[in-house]
């Protein structure tokens, strides 16, 4: 059986780096530490089977979490860009009776 190829570590590196000082999903970017993507400086390996499979299903169930938390994110915040400050406000009440009323009539 071929071995499997993973490549561009590098950039992968710096992502997992970065999503690590965010403090989100720190044991599941703990599991890739002791792996060969964090082992080894080169940017391109080939793995045996027993070692690929594990690794790949690691490397997808991150994968799959980030883009869920990034589209949870948002749709809770809304776009955002380097530039502008989001504030999500509370749902507000419809005005009431109560408060459209002159204060001589409020008991």
Known sequence: MECPNFDKFAGFRKAI??????GL??????ELR??????????KISLNINEASPL???LDYL???????????????GETNENSISIK?????PVTDDYTRP?????
């Not at 999903?25 to 703990?30: C, G, T």
């Not at 002791?34 to 940017?43: E, G, P, R, W």
């Not at 994968?63 to 915040?77: C, H, M, P, R, Y």
């Not at 204060?103 to 008991?107: A, D, Q, S, W």
Request: glycine share 2%.
């Open 56 to 58: 790949k299903a690691k």
């Open 63 to 77: 994968i799959n979490l980030v883009g869920s938390l990034s589209k949870s994110f948002k749709e809770i915040t």
């Open 25 to 30: 999903l720190i044991d599941e970017i703990n």
């Open 103 to 107: 204060m001589e009539y409020i008991p």
């Open 89 to 93: 406000l509370p749902n507000v009440e």
């Open 17 to 22: 780096n970065k999503l690590e000082k965010t």
């Open 34 to 43: 002791y792996s060969a993507i964090f082992t080894t400086n080169k940017d």
